[in-house]
């Protein structure tokens, strides 16, 4: 800051957060309304001047007040994520990524965990979203795939993007992570090292990423001659306990599969721990592969072959949606899995 105004800005005692933006345009010699749109990103300002005011706001520690701004703009500069999902590191992964794209944005990010098998989740997600003023929410599988959720939505005009296995909205609103390919990779995998009598651990039928991934699956096995009996499909709710469960179905039977797909890591680790406990060794007597490429799967002994999916550049791509424009023409955004292959798997003796 040049030393005279510098020496105005002590002289009136503006440092930190005792700043206004009336302050700011004061000592820049512009208007208050120019300042307001530095601040917003407006593309309205021209690049000297963006620069200057930027520059003074850093020299004076000027922050804006989050609760000022929702005010003059009758909404709140915060992100929603909306979720009803039991993966814990999912959780965790999409928050990084969101918080990614947030940064430096003078957005922040609120979360609200939901039951969406109860009555009333679609009412306490609107009230959640009207009570905070939300400028968007980010909607996480399961509730993404929920269209009376996305109808309320766009009936109070709140902004969402919409994470989901295959395309159920208008591209401005869709992240696509394609789980019937995941899962069809892994098919192709485990029949080009032999493999025939393969066993699923699903997620609940009703999800759609256990619906892709059951298709996707199957559907490539079955091109390679291959079918999937109903006695190697077992449901599960992507926990570690629902795999524990299903593996001990599994691997109980008189004659074990030589290969079991688990539709997420989790459950992976339960099937782990029954053929442990049943003294079956990984890989050399089944072969096991997970989906989501978790911390967990490196971490499993032997290490997890598992489907990567970057939940954490997901959440990114989801929240920078929310931050564009209005109206913006764009194609539906995607997020490719692919198979990340360790020790878990080899040809069946």
């Known amino acids: 800051m040049p030393r005279n105004r510098r020496e105005e800005a002590a002289r009136h005692g503006i440092t930190g957060r005792a700043a206004t933006i009336n302050d700011i345009a004061r000592l820049a010699g512009v208007s208050k309304k120019t ?7 407006s593309p309205l300002v021209r690049a000297d ?11 004076v520690g000027y922050v ?36 990614d794209a947030l940064r430096n944005s003078g957005f922040e990010l609120v979360v609200h965990p939901c039951d969406s098998r109860s009555p009333d989740y679609v009412s306490g997600v609107r009230s959640f979203v009207l009570q905070q ?35 159920l909205d208008a591209p401005e609103r869709s992240v696509i992570t394609h789980d019937r390919d995941g899962a069809a990779e892994v098919a192709d995998y485990l029949q080009t090292l032999g493999h025939r009598d393969i066993a699923m651990i699903t997620g609940p039928a009703a999800y759609r990423s256990a619906m892709e991934r059951t298709e996707g699956f199957v559907g490539a096995l079955q091109r390679r001659g291959i079918e999937v009996p109903k006695s190697r ?20 039977a008189r004659q074990r599969p030589t290969a079991i797909f688990c539709f997420n890591d989790e459950m992976a680790a339960g099937v782990y721990r029954v053929a442990m406990r049943a003294g079956i060794q990984i890989p050399q007597q089944l072969s096991v592969v997970g989906y ?50 360790r020790d878990s798997c080899q040809p069946p003796q």
């Open 35 to 41: 300042v307001s749109r530095v601040i917003n990103r």
């Open 49 to 59: 001047t963006r620069e200057k005011v930027e520059a003074l706001m850093r020299e």
């Open 64 to 99: 804006p007040d989050p609760l000022a701004r929702g005010l003059a703009f009758r909404r709140s500069f915060l992100i929603g994520m909306i979720y009803d999902n039991p993966t814990a590191q999912y959780i965790v992964d999409f928050q990084y990524g969101a918080l």
């Open 133 to 167: 003023k939300l400028h968007g929410v980010m909607l996480v599988p399961r509730v993404s795939e929920d269209q009376a959720l996305a109808d309320m939505l766009q009936e109070v005009g709140c902004r969402y993007a919409r994470v989901a296995a295959v395309c």
């Open 233 to 252: 499909v077992v449901e599960a709710g992507y926990t570690f306990e629902s795999g524990v469960a299903a593996a001990e179905k599994l691997l109980g």
């Open 292 to 341: 989501d490429d978790s911390p967990l799967a490196s971490r499993l002994w032997p290490p997890l072959t598992s489907v990567r999916r970057d939940t954490r550049d997901t959440g990114r791509i989801a929240a920078a949606m929310l931050l564009q424009g209005e109206g913006e023409a764009r194609a539906v955004a995607s997020v490719r899995p692919h198979l990340i292959i």
